[in-house]
């Protein structure tokens, strides 16, 4: 048996001071304040540092070296590991030709069937049926529409096992690919797109459940030029999301609020709560360093990342700083963020039977926080990882 003691657990309840969490065997076994450490238990002491569930992060392309999980993927899923994601969603890219899209899949699929990935929970495809006009690189390898002879053997190819599958719903003009989703059980997300307010309602009622990093590669329907002169707000797809409850809302929290300005993280937390709000580092890297570009220069931010076009694409967060940075811009409490960091991103893709929160029967993935929220420690399935 193991025991965490004077620990302030962040529990589905609330924040616990002085708790005890015991595990074994690589699950939680109990956990509160009045739990009683076995003797012969080995013992962790916290110290009053927050303790949390392990962060679950479902949209990841990269870093740790590797651009793309397509490149190395034994160097992403450590990485993130080390800052504290014990779950992680391996996001496919949606620039690859079709051919190259589908042996990129194969390929990161065989290291997770290995077991050489063991905090990947799943693959899941951005794209590649998009609105070409949203989203860096989005031009390249365009797809008209969803082809069954490309999205076959993609679902085929990870044994329909899917964390969720994002696309653009006006380029589903019929439908047909949004109620294949539904039919095989794949969380359907919204993104990288110019939908109408009526094409975001149809892609939620034919299932979807998911916004994709919400405010980023999302149009207005602006209709006509009156908007110039009269100042009026125009539809945007942000918004056709934020009034459908039925959607969790992905948000890219970076230090400079370059992917989401913070006003837009509050509203986002405001109208959807804490259990529809999924904090995401969409992270991965492009050939280029930070300390090359003045201060000025948005290229120089550290989590930041930009293509040789000079586009945002993506960035180079981890959990551990994404989770600090909402809490920074927004002032939402350490609970909420841990809900948002962990438990609604894993019921948002299907994995919060196994992970997501501090509850006998889960795996005994935890993150401590100390009192600035830095992280001091990550234990993986019962084990403390090596930073």
């Known amino acids: 048996m193991n025991a965490i003691i004077n620990a302030k657990a962040v529990l589905p309840g609330g924040v616990v001071d002085n708790a005890t969490i015991l595990h074994e065997n690589g699950r939680i076994v109990a956990a509160g304040r009045d739990v009683e450490v076995p003797a012969g238990a080995r013992v962790l002491d916290a110290k009053g540092m927050w303790v949390g569930p392990g962060f679950v992060d479902i949209h990841v392309h990269g870093d740790g070296g590797a651009c793309c999980w397509e490149d190395d993927p034994e160097k992403v899923a450590p990485h993130h590991l080390r800052h504290g994601s014990t779950t992680v969603v391996a996001t496919m890219t949606y620039w690859f030709s079709p051919a190259d899209l589908l042996e990129r899949t194969k390929n990161v699929q065989a290291k997770i069937d290995a077991g050489l990935l063991p905090n990947v929970y799943a693959v899941s495809f951005e794209g590649p049926f998009i609105n070409p006009k949203r989203g860096a690189n989005s031009d390249a390898n365009p797809r008209p529409r969803p082809d069954p002879a490309e999205y076959l053997p993609l679902y085929e190819a990870t044994h329909g096992k899917i964390a969720q599958w994002m696309y653009a719903p006006e380029m589903d003009e019929d439908g047909s690919f949004g109620d294949f989703l539904r039919e095989k059980n794949i969380p359907a997300a919204v993104g990288h797109t ?101 201060a000025d220069d948005l290229r120089s931010t550290v989590d930041l990342n930009y293509n040789e076009r000079g586009q945002l694409c993506g960035s180079r967060l981890t959990m551990d700083l994404a989770f600090a940075n909402f809490i920074k811009h927004t002032g939402v409490s350490v609970s909420d963020a841990f809900r948002m960091a962990a438990t609604t991103p894993a019921r948002a893709i299907g994995a919060d039977k196994e992970v997501g929160s501090i509850v006998p029967g889960k795996w005994a993935n935890f993150v401590l926080l100390d009192e600035e929220l830095k992280l001091q420690q990550v234990i993986f399935r019962g084990d403390v990882v090596q930073r």
């Open 194 to 294: 110019n939908a109408s307010p009526a094409q975001v309602r149809a892609a939620v009622d034919r299932g979807a459940t998911i916004t994709t990093h919400l405010f980023d590669a999302m149009g207005c329907c602006h209709g006509n030029d009156s908007w110039k002169y009269t100042g009026t707000i125009q539809e945007s797809v942000a918004a056709s999301c934020l009034v459908c409850p039925e959607l969790t809302y992905e948000i890219i929290p970076d230090s400079r609020g370059v992917h989401v300005k913070p006003t837009d993280m509050r509203l986002a937390y405001i109208v959807g709560g804490p259990d529809r709000v999924a904090i995401i580092t969409d992270s991965t890297t492009c050939n280029y360093d930070p300390a090359d570009y003045p």
